[in-house]
């Protein structure tokens, strides 16, 4: 299994700012995931973060919202930007070691409220 | 197309009893399925996967679950239920057709009553 850390693990912002997660891996992966959990939901796919190249977007969710970045094998950002209220809800890290029928394994998440 | 299906928000059961989590799923091809585990505050901890071979998969905690391919079912199941799984449950499905990556259930809040 891999071991996942998330940065910030909660925080609280005003409307309209920005805020950057970070994603941390202990060993070198070959896919990595966002998703979302909003209050009392399942967890919806945002984007798969492509290293070295631009994330692959799920429907419903676009770049100008949660920019992506993945410089290397080990670390991603999500960006959610231009805050409201709505955008409440759970971030989670997710990755797959290796390509094919594996499982995922999870970071604990950033517990997010816009105020 | 892929989807997941908990029937179930909510399970209680005794302590010391068998418990059963039950999962539906919808696919094209072939499914890959997947069964974690969330306790508050905490994200998804992996706990067992069904690929292909033998029907009954057993995973951490003494979990298993069963493929059933007829009835498009991978229910989780346990023989005996432990206060200390009392959590939310989440069944997850991939298709093998599909270049799709997992799609989730709802989720069933599992309490376990001492």
């Known amino acids: 299994s891999a071991v996942i850390s998330q940065k910030p693990s909660r925080d609280i912002c005003q409307r309209g700012t920005s805020l950057t997660i970070q994603c941390q891996v202990d060993?070198?992966?070959?896919?990595m995931f966002w998703y979302r959990q909003q209050p009392g939901q399942s967890l919806t796919l945002i984007a798969t973060?492509?290293?070295?190249?631009?994330?692959?977007?799920e429907s419903g969710f676009v770049i100008d919202k949660f920019p992506i970045s993945r410089p290397n094998l080990t670390f991603s950002t999500l960006t959610v930007s231009n805050m409201s209220p709505e955008d409440s809800s759970i971030y989670l890290c997710?990755?797959?070691?290796?390509?094919?029928?594996?499982?995922?394994?999870f970071g604990p998440g950033t517990r997010l409220t816009v105020t | 197309a892929q989807s997941v299906a908990q029937p179930e928000d909510q399970v209680n059961v005794a302590e010391g009893n068998p418990l059963t989590v039950k999962c539906t799923y919808s696919?094209?091809?072939?499914?890959?399925l997947f069964w974690y585990v969330q306790y508050p505050n905490r994200g998804l901890q992996f706990l067992l996967k069904?690929?292909?071979?033998?029907?009954l998969v057993k995973g951490s905690y003494g979990f298993e679950a069963e493929f059933n391919k007829s009835q498009t079912s991978f229910h989780l199941k346990k023989p005996s239920a432990l206060v200390s799984d009392s959590a939310l449950y989440f069944c997850?499905?991939?298709?093998?057709?599909?270049?799709?990556?997992?799609?989730f259930g709802s989720g069933t809040q599992l309490t376990v009553l001492p």
């Open positions: 696919v094209s091809g072939n499914p890959y």
């Open positions: 973060a492509n290293q070295g190249s631009e994330a692959t977007y």
């Open positions: 997710s990755v797959a070691p290796r390509q094919g029928p594996n499982e995922q394994y």
């Open positions: 997850a499905v991939r298709d093998t057709g599909s270049a799709r990556q997992l799609t």
């Open positions: 060993s070198q992966v070959t896919m």
């Open positions: 069904y690929i292909t071979g033998d029907n």
